[in-house]
């Protein structure tokens, strides 16, 4: 975790800055509190900006105010005392410190590329069939769209905006690469793997691992449930009817209009837990018309202060969405206070993914299923619910693995566009437009903490199916560890979490295991 170069990282600022013993910083415990108020804050916008109708204009001065933060000396500061530190408590926190100040480097870096690209997202706009058209709502649209015609009309579209899009996207990776040389590395791959606290080479390993080992079962069900949904053979599919496939309601009859919170209460006072945490959490729950599934949990103030919003209260996503952010919501809602904030906001993130996976995952258990809506869901159901997240992982394993040859090189991109193709075609069996390549931009490697969740959750089910049952999820002393662990917030990585309660290492033959089990 700690961050092995480095010294070649001080050894390139020292030659780079000027005057760098005369320059000023502020202490390291001004820098912590800084962090942590621009943490929050910024938590706070996003939520007033997604839900309040708030313009950005305060991110944009939010972001001015830190920018002290993204300083080289403000960051060298920081490495060096976490260099010379020989306390490990010390160092564990000052490697978390020092890994978020480079990421606000790269953020303020990067900020008007990005700013560009998500404005001309938003606003670079086609018509069609009387239906606006933007990066930002293609997805959704496809989502909901049952004829097949728009669908693939949509499509073309989203391919066109993209391309339209190129020479921005071409400049933000080429700043990537900007940055690792700025750091002394060869490339971006090698300064993340560097300083994003993950092994991203053993990660790639696993993921090549799991493909090739379900590429059969994949197949196998993709062509069924493309015949049976969309009424289309797999020879003749495309991306949008997967995309289809994973919107479509196939099961409305078990996902009708509830109070979230009134049905998910019961079942976590019977682990001992309390939803609202002494009112830690609360909870904003919509009641869309217009399929808008979305669910977001802000922790604008850890643990006092947590709000989970969800936009709609039916429908399979809506399920999942918010009991998804449910685990988030848990999560940060049972942080300890007095954890200092590195171990609140910091760490591996593949930790709060995992809690979130295991919770909203739970909507393929046929018993809690049937605590929840009161109905006996079928054999058919969770197969199709086990297919569909077999698909988003490997989906999602397309986006780390396309990110990672496109970062481990010098950063010419030259021929990655059809690189991406053919491993998308190689893995989701479907043809692609190549400028979707783009579209899969990932500049930290965030689809990395995703697959690691999705990893660590399927573990951690896998535990406490042996320990507590397969009803794990209302009984008592599975809630008493929940808490414990939750208390810990981000101190521990996913991999010493598993070696501390469940005496193993993040390992994908778990997750392995179940697909190909529930999908036999």
Not at 115 to 125: M, R
Not at 331 to 336: E, I, L, Q, T
Not at 411 to 430: I, M
Request: aromatic fraction near 16%.
């Amino acid at each position: 975790m700690y961050l092995e170069k480095f010294q070649d990282i001080q050894d390139i600022w020292i030659k780079t800055i000027p005057n760098i013993d005369k320059m000023e910083t502020k202490s390291l415990e001004e820098i912590r509190e800084d962090a942590n108020n621009f943490a929050e804050a910024l938590s706070l916008e996003y939520y007033l900006i997604g839900n309040k109708n708030k313009s950005n204009a305060d991110l944009i001065l939010l972001y001015e105010k830190y920018k002290h933060l993204s300083r080289e000396e403000t960051i060298l500061f920081a490495g060096s005392t976490l260099n010379y530190s020989s306390d490990a408590e010390q160092k564990r926190k000052l490697s978390y410190l020092y890994s978020s100040l480079l990421l606000f480097f790269e953020g303020q870096y990067l900020s008007d590329i990005n700013n560009q690209i998500l404005h001309n997202e938003k606003n670079a706009l086609y018509q069609y069939d009387g239906i606006t058209v933007s990066l930002s709502t293609a997805i959704h649209l496809l989502l909901n769209e049952p004829e097949r015609q728009k669908r693939e009309n949509i499509e073309c579209l989203r391919a066109q905006l993209f391309k339209h899009l190129k020479d921005l996207y071409v400049e933000r990776t080429k700043k990537n690469q900007e940055i690792a040389s700025h750091f002394n590395f060869k490339s971006y791959g090698d300064f993340k793997q560097n300083t994003c606290g993950i092994d991203l080479h053993t990660l790639k390993e696993q993921l090549e691992f799991f493909l090739k080992k379900t590429e059969n079962t994949y197949t196998k069900y993709l062509q069924y449930y493309l015949k049976t949904v969309c009424d289309v053979e797999l020879k003749y599919a495309k991306l949008h009817d997967i995309i289809y496939l994973c919107g479509a309601d196939k099961y409305p009859q078990y996902f009708q209009a509830v109070n979230f919170v009134e049905k998910s209460q019961p079942l976590l006072k019977e682990m001992g837990i309390d939803i609202y945490v002494k009112g830690n959490v609360s909870y904003e729950i919509g009641q869309s018309q217009n399929k808008n599934y979305q669910a977001f949990c802000y922790p604008l103030n850890m643990p006092k202060k947590v709000i989970l919003v969800s936009k709609s209260n039916q429908g399979a996503m809506a399920y999942y969405n918010f009991h998804h952010e449910l685990g988030h919501a848990l999560h940060f809602g049972y942080v300890s206070e007095s954890l200092p904030f590195e171990y609140k906001l910091l760490g591996d993130d593949s930790v709060t993914e995992g809690y979130a996976m295991l919770f909203g995952n739970l909507i393929s258990n046929s018993k809690w299923m049937k605590l929840i809506t009161n109905i006996t869901v079928s054999e058919q159901y969770k197969k199709f619910n086990y297919f569909k997240e077999l698909y988003l992982f490997r989906r999602h394993a397309i986006r780390f693995l396309s990110n990672f040859i496109t970062y481990n090189t010098d950063g010419s991109l030259d021929d990655k566009e059809e690189a991406y193709k053919n491993l998308f075609v190689d893995t989701c069996k479907v043809p692609i437009d190549p400028a979707n390549y783009w579209g899969d931009y990932d500049s930290n490697y965030y689809s990395g903490r995703y697959l690691r969740a999705w990893i660590f959750g399927a573990q951690l089910e896998d535990y406490l199916k042996h320990a507590f049952g397969d009803e794990w999820f209302i009984n008592r002393k599975a809630g008493e560890i929940f808490k414990e662990v939750w208390a810990l917030g981000e101190k521990y990585d996913a991999n010493e979490l598993l070696q501390r309660y469940c005496s193993c290492e993040l390992n994908i033959d778990v997750l392995l295991n179940k697909y190909i089990k529930n999908l036999s």
